[in-house]
Structure formats: C-alpha cells, structure tokens
C-alpha cells in the first residue's frame, strides 16, 4: 500500500511540477518584492507578480512537466484559456488571502506571500492535472 501511494505522488511529473512550481514562486515572490520596492501598492504588485507567474508557469508546464507536445492553434487555444481561467482562480484566492493577512491580520506582506503560495501552487497542480494538461 505505502508503495502504491509513493509510486503514484512521486513520479517524474510530480517531481518536475514542484520544481517547476518553486521556480514560478520565485519569479512571483522576486516580482512582488521588485514590486514592494519600487513602492507599489501591494495588490498591485500581486497582479503584476501573478500575470508574469502565469506566463512563465504555463511555458514550462506544457513543455516539462505535462509534456503537451502539440503546437496546434486549436491545442493552445484550449491549453492556455483554461490555464489562464484556473490561474485567475487561484490568483483571486492570492488576492483575497493576500488581503486579508495584511488589512484584517497585519501579517508581514513578505511572509503573507509565502504563505499564500503554498496553497496556490497545490490548487494550480490539482487544475493542471485534472482539466487543462490531462491526457
């Protein structure tokens, strides 16, 4: 049973999903502190963070994680519409979250982000999996 479980969460797409998804944190953790330095509203530099995340994340899960070799119009339409639309969802929860633990919680903007991030990356491969890059 343990072996089961083990052969089926870690495996090359798992692996390569989560160094991937550390590698799109920290384009999205780099862009919201360039973000936070320049002095830009922290909501702001959210959204500037998670648009340049989604790019850089659905590049690299197409080509090494989910392995989508089709450069097909109609495949990239699909692929990249519902990658977007599952990206906005957990960008609205990086959002909502992001706002909560600094307005209602005062947590450290830096730290809420880590935070954030965890559940984001975890919600972003369950949408991957299951409904953009399925086979």
């Known amino acids: 049973m343990i072996q089961t479980l083990w ?26 502190e360039l973000c936070n330095f320049l002095s830009i509203h922290y909501l702001v530099g959210t959204l500037i963070a998670w648009g340049l995340a989604v790019m850089f994340a659905y590049i690299t899960n197409k080509l090494f994680v989910f392995e989508s070799k089709s450069w097909k119009k109609e495949v990239i339409i699909k692929e990249l519409s519902s990658f977007v639309a599952c990206r906005i969802i957990s960008g609205l929860f990086d959002l909502g979250f992001m706002a909560l633990a600094v307005e209602l919680l005062t947590m450290n903007k830096s730290i809420a982000k880590l935070v954030s991030n965890i559940f984001v990356v975890i919600a972003n491969y369950i949408f991957s999996k299951l409904f953009i890059f399925k086979k």
């Open 7 to 32: 052969n089926k969460f870690v495996n090359r797409e798992t692996i390569s999903y989560l160094i991937f998804g550390v590698l799109t944190t920290i384009v999205n953790y780099a862009v919201f």
